[in-house]
């Protein structure tokens, strides 16, 4: 062996024993914390939790029909499969980058026949080469692309987390909107027969000489249109059934939900939200494992301003043709390291390291703002939820005040001492105050599920039962 080789082959070794990595360990950026998500002074943000299980969240709505239909998403949501699908070659990338750690094994069999016309000569050379080609990871290239790939594939997962976690908040918000549509339905159907029964009232009053035809008119108008806006109530129903099915993973055509008189009660929610709900949401973790990967693949920028170091070794058996060719005659090998350094790019290099910055520059960037959106949703809800409790009570006032209003005006028609005009403005302040009621509902029951999913899927609070 050459004295280069020696030297060299002592440099491989000095590598595998004292191999580092270039580039910058991770460091979590920080974040602007509002004190309310702050738990002795320390944002527990550093510790993502967004593998840990959510479990069945919507079961604080104690709805049967909505267990059954979240249930489907995780096996027939094609957005779901696509991002599961998505997991799976992330994790199929750092396998690919971590096999570059060991060297490649290959095999080669060939046989060759010549001719030589001078001679008049015809060989035939078989061969049979065993070839190991290993780069020596000594500046830490390759380890900075399986720490990347590492984090990559965390962010898949996070985006499956949220890819589940937005189809089933999505199929709770448009399934309460459809019962908030049955609800409505439901109201204009007795509306509508109230006011048949009014309509009949003042035939039988004009019939008597009583009133003027006008009333009749009126009565009849009041109801032609409620049955038609009764109607329409349908055209939402059947849209938000069919966006149930394709959440489901079925197609609309084949999928329907029965109407229902039942109602929905408002989940309680803890109002002192602890330190760690944040730290739950997918989104979040996935931003900041975006992140790390970003910062992985600056190692694997500045790894090229260094030599490649490789390590090569080849041997086996070639011969003529007739002789036996697996004998010692016919062995050979060779070994040997090898240095390769770029004297000149152009720049090359340097501009691939620069973008590297500005990459994770823009992911830090990307995950400070995820995170403050997050502060906002929980904060939108928590408000939310806080304002439309109040105006329910008040709206529920008013249906009762309207209700009176209307059964006076009523009476007081049958008595001869107001017009019809009277009865017709109190019957639509009633109806317009009890459609109000049905909406705020839907709104309060919109945002809790909204609410809960800006804390990641569940909450725990202090007498609430743990909602993982």
Known sequence: MSVLNRILLSGVFAALVSACSVGPDYVRPDVATPAGYREAGDWKLAAPADQQPRGPWWEVFDDPVLNTLVARVDVSNQDVLAAAARLRQSEALVQQARAGLFPEVSVNAASTRSHSPASGNTATTDSLLLDVPWEIDFWGKIRREVEANRASAAASAADLETARLSAQATLAQDYFLLR??????????????????????TRNRYAAGVVARIDVAQADAQLKSTQARAIDVGVQRAQLEHAIAVLTGQPPAAFSLAATDATVAI??????????????????AGAERRVAAANAQIGVARAAYFPNLSLSATGGY???????????????WSVGPALAETLFDAGLRHAQNEQAIAAYDASVADYRQTVLAGFQEVEDNLAALRILAAEATAQDAAVAATRRARELSMNQY?????NYLTVVTAQTAQLASELAAVSIQGRRLNASVLLIKALGGGWRGPGAASRQ
């Not at 989940?267 to 979040?284: V, Y």
């Open 180 to 201: 908030i549509a049955d609800a409505q339905q439901q109201l204009l159907d007795h509306t509508v027969a109230d006011y048949a029964r009014a309509l009949e009232i």
């Open 318 to 332: 070639t011969g003529n043709s007739g002789s036996a060719l697996l004998t010692a005659a016919n062995r050979f």
């Open 414 to 418: 049958k008595t001869g001492t107001v």
């Open 267 to 284: 989940p309680s929610i803890p109002p002192a939200l602890p330190a760690e709900l944040l730290e739950r949401r997918p989104d979040i």
